[in-house]
């Protein structure tokens, strides 16, 4: 049975009508039209859904609709207002650390919070803290430089389109 | 002309900032507009004869349901042979073969229509392995159901053997390996319908590699002319070849729904649905017999590749090709006879993977370089140094390798980059005196490997494709064709190409993206090609409009022709320096739109026989070495990889950052392969059909990298610039297994090396 559900998406009140057991995926993809939340799996295995839930990160697909009721939800939509990109997503796309990106909204979000507990995390932090996202393309060692770049712990590799085309003077 | 300004930078991927912002499209994110949703009934039985279709309890008067019958005389895949149904009629040969589709206005509706849909079937004895298969199908009579089979012959085997100081004998075996692109398969086929609503034509969008090849299917499913048929790529997440031949099947699937409907039809394969239908690697059985001299040269090889096709030809024909032209590994050898055959099985049909065969077959030649190794007390190193090939030396195909040759190079670059020698002997003589203490066991590993770039033997050469520049009226230079980038980072480099082939800035370069109805043919995004062979074409495209603009300018200049150049974005004379804005607005308001289009050009005096295998294989030849080093838990025999090297030889790099990305997403892939993904099966059917139990790596499983890339540049591409995307699939489970053996004494001759497989290894050992 339908019921209404009041919660915040990216600092924005909403409310929703739906059944309790809906999955939070497909309230924001369909509901809300947030379809930078994908899905890979629909079983909580490859986190390519995650979104974060009062700031920890929950794959969106095993979250019911009826659990949000008054909490905080941030997908990657929130990262960045809407014609802007936040540092962490544009190093993260200069230095390698997305290829076919269906994985990378959750890596952000992932990140997001990671960050917010460890400023400047090693390696095996985030090893633990990401491992519940999955990438097939990129081996993740660029995910961990994108990190390491973007936290001062390693110089950028990526240079910019600009100096490129301006080259060394004539 | 041809300055490096662009090439070798890593600028910003032009999709980087749409993906990490998730405003990127995918299939999934399309405005569906109203479309209707198709789904798929399937059949349960790996080997089966159909005996009834019953649609009366189907309820849902919209629903539509689409049977063979249905379907037209044009029943199959068009792609090597018509053999692989779109839908099955009489019989199914494989658990997760398509029977019939259903499509209603919503997925809920769609789905439970197919529920009601009844098939009866008799079940038959399905060939279910390499083993089953050797054994005789039932469905040739008992006799071998060979899908493609080929052999290579150079010098005199029989003789080699003769003369050699040892014969060493192995056996060597691989398994599926899923895909797992993040994004599954998805499509959207909308109807071209005339004023009567009947059906004239298709529109396809969807996640896939090759557009031409869907477009190529459907035209022959509907007998179709080519305008009446178009295909656009949407961004794709992800391929590593399983989006390869798979989408002219759900393309032919959503078509057929959209033309018994009327309407647009969206078609998503669920997760579990992607698994238990779609292509995987193909399972391999690699017998060895090689000759050796006193000193560990090769004399003579004997290497016979069986190949698991699954149900249907497909690819297998050019997957067995590679597998067999690359068997010998990158190691001269006077004496070789190479066998090769892919047989029938009653499993989905196993298609491209990257790496596309070779994986399977360096990882038999590796193993058993290893075993020379150990039997003549000989290091790894050693022994691969000795034969790796050098400039000049001839392949089993009689190529001789004139240019862009870099086994040494690698190999030795590698060995330097991690002590590999020292610490090898180490871990030997450290294992001998080991106390059970419980301590992880370190191993260290190394493997020597080549990747033909470019499609085999005459493929390029049939293929004849096509790329084009086109400058256009906002004074861009547009790219025209049809690679796609599903992760590659396409778009970026096909931009740095163009831009130092004409000489002009980034900015002045865009891509248009993947669509039949607007870009030339060039071939599918496959087989390490979409650099060396399509940018090769974009780069003589770029070079001569850019000559073009030159002319033109020097005659609005008053000036010879030769006096002109185009670089760094502008036109330069020893007088004036013009931007190529300038110049190109003027030629365009003189002669309108420049389009100018490069075809493939074989190389003069290159040949390959298709029937002898003799010849040049392929074009160039990217070159690896790679060194793992793991800890094994010497109580529960798990192994954990703890740091890869890799140094490949990819001619040029254009992005040293998505060239890293290539060789370290595709490393990661092939030593995952090697010792955690295992797709076990029973009675035909996928037990692990799933994400929770078919295990990828997440990245707590992840080694740190170093990657380092050699520059040995090639003829035959763009600033010679060689493939990347297959080459670094090669190594990694060769060079992992070794390192167990180091670490524990235990020599693998299966992968994946779990730890229920290393243990029954230590069993016969002992």
Known sequence: MNSNYKFTVNGRPVEVTGRPMARLLDVVRRDLGLTGTKEGCGEGECGACTVLLNGAPVCSCLVPLFQVEGALVTTVEGISPSDQVSELQRVFATEGGVQCGACTPAMIVTIRALLDRHPKPTRDQVREYVSGTLCRCTGYERIFRAIEVFTGQRKAEGVSETAVDEGPPP | MNKRNAVGQSILRPDGLDKTTGRALYLDDLPENGCWHGVTVRSPHASAVIMSFDVSEVNDPEARVVFAKDVGRRNSVHLIHDDWPVLAEARVNHVGEPVALVAAPTLARARTAAQAIAITYQEQTPVLSLDDALAGDPRTNGRLNVLAECAIEHGDAALGFTQAHLVIEGEYSTGHQEHAYI????????????????????????????????????????????????????????????????????????????????????????????????????????????????????????????????????????????????????????????????????????????????????????????????????????????????????????????ESVSAIAVLERAAGATGFRERHAANEIARQNRKDDGQPLPGIGLSLFWHGSGFTGNGERRMMSKGALRLGDDRKIEVLSSSTDFGQGTEGVFRQIVADACGVSLRDVVVHPPDTAAVPDSGPTVASRTVMVVGGLLHRAGVKLGQTLCTFAAYQADLAPASVILRGGFFETVHARTPFAEVAKAYLTVHGPLTVEAQFQPTPNSTFNEETYQGDAYAAYGWGANVVEVEVDPDTFAARVTRLTTVSDVGQVIHPVMCAGQVEGGALQALSWGYLEEMKMKDGRYVNDRLQTYLIPTMADAPDMETILLENPTIHGPFGAKGVGELPLDGGAPALVQAIENATGIPLCALPATPERILEASRFLS
């Open chain 2, 183 to 402: 994004e599954p398969h998805g499509v959207i086929a909308t109807p071209a319908l005339d004023a009567q609503g009947a059906f004239t034509g298709i529109d396809i969008v969807g996640s896939l590699q090759c557009p031409f090849y869907v477009h190529k299917a459907l035209t022959y499913l509907f007998d179709l002319g080519p305008n009446a048929v178009r295909v656009r790529q949407s961004v794709t997440g992800g391929g590593f070849g399983g989006k390869e031949d798979y989408p002219d099947m759900i393309a032919a699937h959503a078509a057929l729904l959209a033309r018994a409907c009327g309407k647009p039809v969206k078609i998503v394969y669920e997760r579990h649905e992607d698994i238990i239908a779609t292509t995987k690697r193909h399972p391999s059985r690699v017998r060895h017999r090689t000759g050796v001299a006193r000193d560990g040269s090769l004399v003579a090889m004997d290497i016979d590749v069986l190949l698991d096709g699954g149900a249907y030809i497909t690819l297998s024909p050019v997957v067995l090709s590679r597998a067999v032209l690359h068997a010998a590994g990158p190691y001269s050898c006077p004496n070789v006879r190479i066998t090769g055959r892919v047989l029938a099985t009653n499993t989905a049909p196993n298609g491209a993977f990257r790496g596309f065969g070779a994986p399977q077959t360096l990882f038999a030649v590796e193993r058993q370089i290893d075993r020379v190794a150990r039997t003549l007390g000989i290091d790894p190193f050693a022994v691969r140094r000795r034969n790796a090939y050098r400039e000049g030396d001839e392949t089993p195909t009689g190529q001789v390798l004139t």
